[in-house]
C-alpha cells in the first residue's frame, strides 16, 4: 500500500486508539494536516501552540490516555517546551509532534529550524528526529509505548518535512515493542512487600502519604482499602488530590507548605509513614531533617530514581503501585475501632481547621468562592487552576472525592496552565462540569484560548479570583521582604467581562457575597459556550496555614 509518511503517521495514530489531536498548523506540517483534511481524528485547533500542549495534558489527565500535540518547526515547536516540561514534572502521557525543516536543510539555520529534540532532552522520557518515511511507524508506536509505560512522561517526535511527503510501500509494525535500553518494569520485591507488612501490623500511629502515582496506576481503590482496612489516616500531595476522598473521615487533606495544620502535625508525630506514589518534594517535606523524624518510612513507587533520592527510607518497593498495594492488602488482616491515635487526630481537626476571616475592604473572600463551587457540585465536577493563591485556594477548600479530577501544574507551576487544560478536560469528559479557579495574573498567560473554547461551543466556567495582585508573590513578599511589593500589583487590566463578550463568551462580575451562589448558578446552566466570572475578591488575602520555606512542617504561619 502506497502512502505517504503523514498518511502513516495518521493511520498509525488511530492504532494507538487516538480520537483527538490538539494543535496550530504551519509550514513545516502541511503535509500532516492535508492527510488530517480526510482523517475522522478530531483536530482541535487551539490559539497557541502552548495551549495545544496543555489541552493534550488535561485531555491525559482526565482520560488516563496519551494525550497528542502538534506544531510546525521553529517557535510552533519552541512554543511546546512549557507544556512539555509541565508535563514531565507531573509524569503526565504525552505524545508531541512537532515539524521539522527538510532533512537536507538540518543545521543549515534554515527558515524556522530550531534543535527541538536538543532543547527538550531534558524535559521528556525520549525524543525522536526521524530521518525517513520507512521509520515512521516504528518511532510513532515506541512513542507511545514508551510515554504510557513505567513512570508515564512526554515524548517528542520531530519530523522533517520531506519525510512527511516521502512515499513508501507501508507494511504495519507487527509485535510487541522491543526496545533494547527500555525495559517495562514487571513485578516487585515480595520479601519488601512481607517487611512493609510487618511495619504496618505493629504500627501504633501510621499514615498514609499518597501523592500522584497512585492516580496515575489507578490504585485509588487499593489506597482506599488499605486506609479503611488498617484505619490508618491519609494525606495527600498536590498531585495526590481524589486519590482518596477528601470527605472521608480519614482523610487528612494536603500536607505541605499549604497543607492542613492536622496533616503536617500528624507526619510529624507518626511512627509508620507509607508513601505511596510520591517524590517528597521540597514543598512537601519542608526541612528534610525534621520531615517524619520519629517514622519508620515506607516507600512504595514504580520509579526506582525516587526511592532516597531526597528521604532515607526502611522498607523501599520498586513496582507498580496497584500491584504492590494489592499484595500488601492481602496479607492484611482489618483492625476495629479507633484509636488513642485517631483521637488526637480528630482533636487537631477540631482545634485547628481550615477557616479564614471576614474582608477587610468588605470584598469576597476568595475562599469563599471555592466553598461555593464544591457546595454547588458536591466533587462531581472536574476543577482545574492556574498557579498561585488560587492554586492552593482550590486545593484546600475543594473536598475531591474522586481521582483525575483535579487538574493543576504541581511540579513546575505553571501559570496559563488551567484554562486550557480545562479545554483538554471538557473535550476528553463532555458530561462533566468543568471549572477553571483562575487569578487575574495567570488567566492572562493564556486567555486567548476564549477562542477556541468558543469555537467548539464548550461550556467552561472559569472563575477569576480577582485580587489585582500577582497574589502568591505579593504574600511572600509581603512575609519575607517587609512588604516591600516590588513589580506586583497588576491592578491595570483589562474590563474581564468585555473581553469574554467580545470572544463570544458569557462575561460576569461579582463585587459582593451575596451575588455568589446566583452567579455560579446561572454560569453553570450555560451549555453552549464558556463563562468568565471575575470575583472581586479581598485584595492581600493570604493562604494559611504556611509553612515558611525550608522550614519544619510543625512550624507553621497563620491558620489559627
Keep these: 500500500m502506497l502512502l505517504n509518511g503523514a498518511q502513516i503517521l495518521l493511520r498509525c495514530l488511530k492504532e494507538e486508539g487516538v480520537d483527538t489531536i490538539f494543535g496550530y498548523p504551519g509550514g513545516a506540517v502541511l503535509p500532516i494536516y492535508d492527510a488530517l483534511y480526510d482523517s475522522d481524528i478530531r483536530h482541535i485547533l487551539t490559539r497557541h501552540e502552548q495551549g495545544a500542549a496543555h489541552a493534550a495534558d488535561g485531555y491525559a489527565r482526565v482520560s488516563g490516555k496519551v494525550g497528542v500535540c502538534i506544531a510546525t518547526s521553529g517557535p510552533g515547536a519552541t512554543n511546546l517546551v512549557t507544556g512539555i516540561a509541565t508535563a514531565y514534572m507531573d509524569s503526565i502521557p504525552m505524545v508531541c509532534f512537532t515539524g521539522q525543516v527538510a532533512t537536507p536543510l538540518l543545521g543549515r539555520d534554515a527558515f524556522q529550524e530550531a534543535d527541538i529534540t536538543g532543547i527538550t532532552l531534558p524535559i521528556t522520557k525520549h525524543n525522536y528526529l526521524v530521518e525517513r518515511t520507512e521509520d515512521v511507524a516504528r518511532v510513532v508506536k515506541e512513542a507511545f509505548y514508551i510515554a504510557r509505560t513505567n513512570r508515564p512522561g512526554p515524548v517528542v517526535v520531530d519530523l522533517p518535512k520531506d519525510v512527511m511527503e516521502g512515499t513508501i510501500d507501508f507494511k504495519p509494525v507487527e509485535g510487541e515493542v522491543n526496545i533494547r535500553s527500555y525495559r517495562v518494569l514487571k513485578g516487585f520485591n515480595s520479601g519488601q512487600v512481607i517487611a512493609a507488612v510487618d511495619l504496618i501490623k505493629n504500627a501504633q500511629q501510621p499514615v498514609i502519604y499518597a501523592g500522584g502515582g497512585v492516580i496515575a496506576s489507578n490504585a485509588s481503590q487499593e489506597l482506599r482499602e488499605l486506609a479503611e482496612k488498617r484505619k490508618i489516616p491519609v494525606t495527600t500531595t498536590l498531585m495526590g488530590m481524589g486519590s482518596f476522598p477528601a470527605n472521608h473521615y480519614l482523610s487528612l487533606g494536603m500536607l505541605g507548605m499549604h497543607g492542613t495544620r492536622y496533616a503536617n502535625y500528624a507526619v510529624g508525630e507518626c511512627d509508620v509513614l507509607v508513601a505511596v506514589g510520591v517524590r517528597f518534594d521540597d514543598r512537601v517535606t519542608g526541612k528534610i531533617e525534621t520531615f517524619a523524624s520519629h517514622a519508620r518510612i515506607i516507600h512504595i513507587d514504580i520509579d526506582a530514581a525516587e526511592i532516597g533520592k531526597n528521604v532515607d527510607v526502611d522498607v523501599p518497593i520498586v513496582g507498580r503501585v496497584k500491584e504492590v498495594l494489592q499484595a500488601i492488602n492481602q496479607r492484611l488482616e ?200 471575575d470575583f472581586w475578591v479581598e485584595k492581600e488575602a493570604d493562604v494559611y496555614p504556611m509553612v515558611p520555606p525550608g522550614g519544619s512542617l510543625a512550624n507553621m504561619l497563620g491558620g489559627e
Aim: hydrophobic share 40%; charged share 20%.
Design 334 to 533: 482489618p483492625v476495629d475501632g479507633m484509636s488513642e491515635w485517631h483521637r488526637t487526630i480528630e482533636r487537631w481537626k477540631r482545634e485547628y481547621p481550615l477557616r479564614y476571616g471576614p474582608s477587610c475592604e468588605g470584598r469576597i473572600m476568595p475562599q469563599h468562592v471555592v466553598e461555593k463551587i464544591y457546595d454547588l457540585t458536591q466533587g462531581e465536577a472536574i476543577i482545574t487552576t492556574e498557579v498561585g493563591q488560587n492554586q492552593m485556594w482550590a486545593a484546600q477548600y475543594y473536598k475531591f472525592k474522586h481521582p483525575r479530577r483535579f487538574l493543576s501544574s504541581g511540579g513546575l507551576g505553571t501559570m496559563g496552565y488551567g484554562f486550557p487544560a480545562a479545554i483538554g478536560a471538557k473535550i476528553a469528559c463532555p458530561d462533566l462540569p468543568v471549572i477553571d479557579i483562575a487569578g487575574d495574573g495567570s488567566i492572562q498567560m493564556n486567555i486567548q484560548e476564549l477562542a477556541t473554547a468558543v469555537s467548539y461551543k464548550l461550556p467552561i466556567v472559569v472563575c477569576i479570583l480577582n485580587n489585582q495582585f500577582l497574589g502568591m508573590v505579593r504574600q511572600w513578599q509581603g512575609l519575607f521582604y517587609g512588604g516591600r511589593y516590588s513589580y506586583t500589583d497588576i491592578s491595570y487590566q483589562p474590563d474581564f467581562v468585555k473581553l469574554a463578550e467580545a470572544y463570544g463568551a458569557v462575561g460576569m462580575r461579582v463585587k459582593e457575597d451575596k451575588e455568589v451562589d446566583a452567579a455560579l448558578v446561572e454560569a453553570l446552566k450555560v451549555d453552549d459556550r464558556p463563562v468568565l466570572i
